[in-house]
């Protein structure tokens, strides 16, 4: 049963924000499930990005057939029961991306953001950007903690997400020398590099870049 006692839309960010992998299903040429096991990013408006190769089972699934879909899962304590970590099953169309489009680079750049170890593959040929257009989510938070979600209730404005995109460079140069290594920012956090990538939740989703400061360090 559904339970309104849970910020369910809070829980979705971090949890989409926060996952570096994900199980992606596909459909096979006669209609069945096809799931396989991905790396994922996400764009400023929190649209999820892959980074695919042609030669893989998925990606031929989805030249044919562009339906999918993500699930994303916050782990539980090491003594929980695996059926309480919060989970986010993300549904919708999962579309290339290609080399001459205009935001292929932004794209590319903030999945390699996320994901440093993939600078060695990234440029080959068979590999490309692959952005979900969100149609809709539904989120277990743990036993009888269910929501079902709009991809509206999830998802940046668009002119919000592009004036993120426009700010995030100048933000990450002017913090950078602060000390901090950040990587990519975006209206729900910042991703910090320290060996791996550590992903930093911000109290509440921002509403234009000039928040971003304080949300991440606090008011002077």
Excluded: C
């Excluded at 916050?74 to 099953?89: K, N, S």
Aim: hydrophobic fraction near 45%.
């Amino acid at each position: 049963m559904d339970d309104s006692r849970f910020d369910a839309r809070d829980m979705t960010r971090r949890i989409v924000r926060s996952a570096a992998t994900a199980s992606l299903g596909t459909l096979t040429p006669d209609g069945g499930p096809f799931v396989t096991f991905v790396t994922v990013a996400t764009d400023f408006d929190g649209s999820p990005l892959l980074l695919l190769s042609s030669l893989a089972a998925h990606t031929r699934h989805l030249e044919r057939d562009e339906r999918a879909s993500l699930l994303m899962q916050a782990p539980a304590d090491d003594d929980e029961d695996p059926l309480t970590g919060a989970r986010a099953t993300i549904i919708g169309r999962l579309r290339r991306v290609t080399r001459d489009e205009d935001d292929h680079d932004r794209l590319f750049w903030r999945f390699l953001a996320r994901h440093p170890e993939a600078e060695g593959y990234a440029d080959f040929a068979d590999f490309s950007i692959h952005r979900m257009m969100v149609e809709g989510i539904h989120l277990v938070a743990g036993f009888g903690r269910i929501a079902r979600l709009d991809a509206t209730d999830f998802l940046v404005q668009p002119t919000v997400a592009e004036a993120f995109a426009k700010a995030e460079a100048a933000f990450l140069k002017n913090f950078s020398s602060a000390g901090a290594r950040l990587v990519a920012v975006d209206p729900d956090g910042a991703d910090l590099l320290d060996g791996g990538v550590t992903r930093l939740h911000f109290s509440r989703r921002a509403e234009h870049p000039g928040e971003m400061r304080d949300l991440l360090i606090g008011p002077d």
